[in-house]
């Protein structure tokens, strides 16, 4: 079982057989549409949530000229580094449980620059958080948005977070719906009829 279809032709190319789709979910009630008052700043909020690490490639996001605020959530070996450079960005550091939640859904774009992510689970509670996504179009955002009206994937870094301020909050939420805990397990559960009917 693999995570994406990214992965998938991977390891099809390489001589795999018998694979199957098993996406990971994402906890939709701690991860959810609420006031975005958790965040007195100019507006739009332009939001990074993850380790603060170089291989993350956070530099990009923070070198956009966007208007509004630029926030980070997170913590991680580049943080003093990044904090020095970008005094302008507002570093929040590590956060956990209801307050993660509650800075996702103040944010106004969830802009993800990482061009090594196999996957991105930030990315599913963005969009459960109602929050549209800004990234670039590589494995992991492609996989987990593809054609969807729920963010936005270019090369273009800047225009795409732009852009992804028009995109509709409840799209995003009933997008990340089928990633949820319970469709996740159904997929599992699917995969494994085929192995229990040859049994």
Same mark, same amino acid.
């Given at each position: 079982m693999v995570t994406t279809d990214s992965m998938k032709r991977?390891?099809?190319?390489?001589?795999?057989?018998? /694979?199957?789709?098993?996406?990971?979910? %994402?906890? %939709? *009630? /701690?991860?959810? #549409?609420?006031?975005?008052?958790?965040?007195?700043? #100019?507006?739009?909020?332009?939001?990074?949530?993850?380790?603060?690490?170089?291989?993350?490639?956070?530099?990009?996001?923070?070198? &956009?000229?966007?208007?509004?605020?630029?926030? =980070? =959530?997170?913590?991680? #070996?580049?943080?003093?580094?990044?904090?020095?450079?970008?005094?302008?960005?507002?570093?929040?550091?590590?956060?956990?449980g209801e307050d993660l939640a509650r800075h996702y859904a103040?944010?106004?774009?969830?802009?993800?620059?990482?061009?090594?992510?196999?996957?991105?689970?930030?990315?599913? *509670?963005? /969009?459960?958080?109602? =929050? #549209?996504?800004?990234?670039?179009? %590589?494995?992991?955002?492609?996989? %987990?948005?593809?054609?969807?009206?729920?963010? =936005? /994937?270019?090369?273009?870094?800047?225009?795409?977070?732009?852009?992804?301020?028009?995109?509709?909050?409840?799209?995003?939420?009933?997008?990340? &719906?089928?990633?949820?805990?319970?469709?996740?397990?159904?997929?599992?559960?699917?995969?494994?009829?085929?192995?229990?009917?040859?049994?």
């Amino acid at each position: 079982m693999v995570t994406t279809d990214s992965m998938k032709r991977d390891l099809e190319a390489w001589g795999f057989e018998h /694979l199957r789709l098993w996406s990971r979910g %994402v906890d %939709v *009630e /701690l991860f959810r #549409p609420q006031p975005k008052d958790a965040l007195s700043l #100019p507006r739009p909020i332009f939001m990074n949530v993850g380790r603060v690490a170089v291989e993350k490639n956070i530099k990009q996001f923070l070198d &956009l000229e966007l208007p509004g605020s630029k926030v =980070v =959530v997170g913590d991680g #070996p580049q943080l003093s580094e990044l904090r020095a450079a970008y005094p302008e960005v507002h570093f929040l550091g590590a956060k956990t449980g209801e307050d993660l939640a509650r800075h996702y859904a103040a944010a106004d774009v969830f802009v993800f620059p990482s061009r090594t992510d196999t996957f991105g689970l930030v990315l599913l *509670e963005a /969009l459960a958080s109602g =929050v #549209p996504v800004a990234a670039l179009p %590589v494995n992991g955002p492609v996989d %987990v948005i593809g054609d969807a009206p729920v963010g =936005v /994937l270019d090369e273009d870094l800047g225009a795409a977070a732009r852009r992804a301020l028009e995109i509709d909050p409840a799209a995003c939420r009933a997008h990340a &719906l089928t990633f949820s805990w319970e469709a996740c397990a159904r997929q599992f559960l699917d995969n494994l009829q085929p192995v229990l009917a040859d049994a």
